[in-house]
């Protein structure tokens, strides 16, 4: 009679425990992969909104001048005569660039596996990048959005409401651009506590 592969080796070796299945840990694997390609695309979507907003913004803003035609004019006003609406478009004309950047970046990675640059320095320089330039928009939105609320009080937009109005839609556009850059910001963050505990950017 044949003995089970389970039974005690009666010459008292050692049993050899049976090999772990092949298909089982190719499942894990193939399992990691599509967490982490997921989670790629959720990154790359955020990035595109912040760029989508942030160029809006910017150029919403670029583009805000009214009444005369020229700067001698009284009643012209346009976006370089205030301190914080230049915050604004220039925030959000970086905000923009980066955000470009980013995506190139998220692309090559889903595409090839692997990051721009070294891995460790790839994930703090995205963490640490999202960080500053959510702060620096918010800064400039907040900066904005106390601006527009002065011209208002002084009837600076009873003339020229159109100014005030496309001014409003610029900040709010930035505001938008914000939330998806800290959506973000959290995304990167929760790759760097990842790459600290397991020493890669993946949730093993």
């Not at 496309?166 to 938008?176: H, N």
């Amino acid at each position: 009679m044949m003995r089970s592969p389970q039974e005690p080796n009666r010459n008292g070796g050692i049993r050899t425990p049976s090999p772990r299945p092949r298909n089982q840990s190719q499942f894990h694997s193939t399992v990691s992969v599509q967490k982490n390609q997921r989670f790629n695309i959720l990154i790359l979507i955020f990035r595109f909104a912040a760029f989508c907003f942030s160029l809006a913004s910017a150029i919403f803003m670029f583009a805000n001048s009214h009444g005369g035609g020229s700067d001698s004019d009284s009643d012209s006003l346009r976006w370089y005569h205030f301190d914080a609406f230049r915050f604004v478009a220039i925030a959000a004309g970086i905000v923009a660039l980066y955000s470009l950047f980013e995506i190139g970046a998220s692309v090559w990675e889903i595409s090839r596996g692997t990051t721009v640059l070294p891995e460790v320095v790839q994930v703090w320089f995205d963490f640490s990048h999202d960080q500053v330039f959510a702060y620096m928009l918010l800064s400039a939105d907040s900066a904005g959005t106390a601006l527009a609320r002065t011209l208002r009080d002084r009837d600076t937009c009873t003339a020229n409401n159109a100014f005030c109005v496309q001014s409003d839609i610029s900040v709010a556009l930035g505001f938008a651009g914000f939330m998806f850059l800290s959506f973000s910001s959290l995304l990167s963050g929760f790759r760097v506590v990842c790459f600290i505990l397991n020493g890669s950017r993946f949730h093993m």
